[in-house]
């Protein structure tokens, strides 16, 4: 459970883009501007059933007037996409979180590359909106089952996108914006200060990472909808102490228990939401070097200095955060 404050939204608008995806259209109950964002940011949704989960926001920022998400209709679900599906409706009030980015721009790029599988394009269509406005280099690239399963289609050949867009289609391959995309020759070289940007199904993120396997690791970016492999980042390990740096305190973590539970205990608030080392909602500043890493969400570099409190622990008796 997210300790942050939630916001109450309206849902403005409900429109079907595939016939497995639904976009949802978020706005002020009171017609004020929402919290602003940057591309690549998502937000939590608390929805009937008392399921959360997270989206990402499938709009550039532009006075954060309203909130577009898309959300798939998952066989295998849980509960959290049926219940969007099924039970939400226009007019409906839902609480949801302020955005998060964990999986944002980079301001050193010259060039941006956006390899979108699916409804992982959400986030990469509001990157590439972003870009297009500020007249960055980039190419998007987006692999669809079929124009049918094209969501957010209109968006993408806007005048804007449809000059960077690369279109790869399994089924229907009809005119010359399709093509077929081959992984491996698209990703072989890459040029200097291009950065990856990576959004999908777990085969498709699998496969981008063979095909990307010689990129520097800090310039391959990924968002997960889910654990890679379908496994969920282990929580439990042998029992270490927590140090933290600015409070000159000490918290003992079990072997059977999160760090983020174990500050929760004494009174330290750590903001959590998907608790498998995927939204990057609880890390924090520490040293990462005496870390046992099991997230999903930071890159190399990141782990040098940041930890995921939800899911990592120490590599010895103890791991010093600046908390």
Same mark, same amino acid.
């Given at each position: 459970m997210s300790l942050e404050r939630t916001l109450t939204v309206r849902v403005e608008r409900i429109s079907r883009q595939t016939p497995e995806i639904l976009a949802f259209e978020l706005t002020h109950p009171w017609g004020r501007a929402l919290p602003g964002y940057e591309a690549g940011a998502h937000i939590d949704v608390h929805m009937p059933g008392g399921f959360s989960r997270q989206y990402s926001l499938a709009r550039a920022p532009s006075g954060t007037? &309203?909130?577009?998400?898309?959300?798939?209709?998952?066989?295998? &679900? =849980?509960?959290? &996409?049926?219940?969007?599906?099924?039970?939400?409706?226009?007019?409906?009030?839902?609480?949801?979180?302020?955005?998060?980015?964990?999986?944002?721009? =980079?301001?050193?790029?010259?060039?941006?590359? +956006?390899?979108?599988?699916?409804?992982g394009m959400t986030p990469l269509l509001a990157m590439a909106q972003a870009l297009a406005a500020r007249g960055a280099d980039f190419t998007l690239c987006v692999f669809a089952r079929s124009e049918?399963? !094209?969501?957010?289609?209109?968006?993408?050949?806007?005048?804007?996108?449809?000059?960077? +867009?690369?279109?790869?289609?399994?089924?229907?391959?009809?005119?010359?914006r399709t093509?077929?995309?081959?992984?491996?020759? !698209? !990703?072989?070289?890459?040029?200097?200060?291009?950065?990856?940007?990576?959004?999908?199904?777990?085969?498709?993120?699998?496969?981008?990472?063979?095909?990307?396997?010689?990129?520097?690791?800090?310039? +391959?970016?990924?968002?997960?909808?889910?654990?890679?492999?379908?496994?969920?980042?282990?929580?439990?390990? +042998?029992?270490?102490?927590?140090?933290?740096?600015?409070?000159?305190?000490?918290?003992?973590?079990a072997a059977d228990q999160t760090a983020v539970d174990a500050l929760h205990e004494v009174g330290i608030d750590i903001s959590v939401s998907c608790q498998q080392?995927?939204?990057?909602?609880?890390?924090?500043?520490?040293?990462?070097?005496?870390?046992?890493?099991?997230?999903?969400?930071?890159?190399?570099?990141?782990?040098?200095?940041?930890v995921a409190l939800c899911c990592s622990r120490a590599k010895g008796p103890d791991l010093v955060l600046q908390l």
């Open positions: 007037g &309203s909130y577009v998400i898309g959300v798939k209709r998952e066989h295998a &679900s =849980r509960g959290g &996409s049926a219940s969007m599906h099924e039970r939400v409706r226009e007019g409906d009030l839902i609480a949801i979180s302020a955005p998060r980015n964990t999986f944002p721009l =980079r301001a050193e790029a010259r060039r941006h590359l +956006l390899l979108a599988g699916g409804i049918e399963h !094209l969501a957010f289609a209109e968006a993408l050949h806007a005048p804007a996108l449809a000059p960077h +867009l690369k279109l790869h289609l399994d089924q229907g391959l009809t005119d010359d093509q077929r995309i081959d992984l491996r020759a !698209l !990703l072989a070289e890459r040029t200097p200060d291009t950065h990856l940007y990576v959004c999908g199904p777990g085969g498709f993120m699998q496969a981008v990472r063979e095909a990307a396997a010689h990129w520097p690791e800090d310039a +391959l970016h990924t968002e997960y909808f889910a654990a890679p492999n379908g496994t969920a980042a282990a929580t439990t390990g +042998l029992p270490f102490t927590l140090k933290l740096a600015r409070r000159g305190i000490e918290v003992p973590v080392g995927l939204c990057g909602t609880c890390v924090v500043e520490g040293d990462g070097e005496g870390a046992e890493h099991r997230d999903f969400c930071l890159t190399g570099t990141e782990r040098r200095t940041k």
